[in-house]
């Protein structure tokens, strides 16, 4: 009876550059728990194309599938430190919407979409809400966090040339469409 190669092959490939991988994990933040991700619904990426937190990868590299992983990012290495400039006062009038401000919009802790000068969207939370004006923290909720992961590698395979070109979910090709001429420009490092 003969062994199937193909499966010894994917069993034993690393994580490396331009390999599709497959992970659960438990991210701790202080002990707490702030994020589950199963292996029922694992996370999915390509290595080395910047879609993840490059220290985070770092740690993966050479890993095959089976293997456990364990290890710290801190604050400099994962969502930064806090920067005081991100969290800024502004007046309530600029959540309203015909003259009025939807119920329930200014709560502590909500995170609302926002658009700077230039109109690029970013994502800020409310810290507090005042009689005319409204905290809010443009800093990454996990800013100025060590992140704690432990978890498993559930596979690793070698990227298709369309996921390479277009990323798994397609991103690539959107990304790339928005910022060049052709689909040219967005070429497979």
Do not use: W
């Amino acid at each position: 009876m003969q062994k199937n190669k193909n499966k010894t092959k994917i069993s034993n490939m690393k994580i490396e550059k331009n390999k599709v991988v497959s992970l659960s994990y438990v991210l701790y933040v202080d002990n707490d728990v702030v994020e589950t991700v199963t292996a029922e619904k694992p996370m999915n990426f390509i290595a080395g194309t910047g879609y993840l937190l490059p220290k985070f990868e770092e740690n993966l590299m050479d890993k095959v599938s089976g293997d456990t992983f364990e290890f710290v990012l801190g604050a400099p290495d994962a969502y930064g430190e806090i920067v005081p400039e991100a969290i800024v006062e502004l007046p309530k009038s600029v959540f309203e919407v015909d003259g009025v401000i939807e119920p329930n919009l200014l709560v502590v802790g909500n995170i609302l979409p926002m658009s700077d000068a230039d109109g690029n969207r970013l994502n800020a939370s409310i810290d507090e809400v005042r009689d005319t004006t409204v905290i809010m923290n443009f800093n990454h909720p996990l800013a100025g966090d060590a992140l704690h992961f432990k978890g498993t590698v559930l596979a690793v395979r070698d990227a298709t040339h369309d996921e390479l070109h277009n990323g798994l979910y397609g991103e690539r090709a959107q990304s790339c469409a928005t910022h060049c001429n052709t689909l040219d420009c967005c070429t497979c490092n």
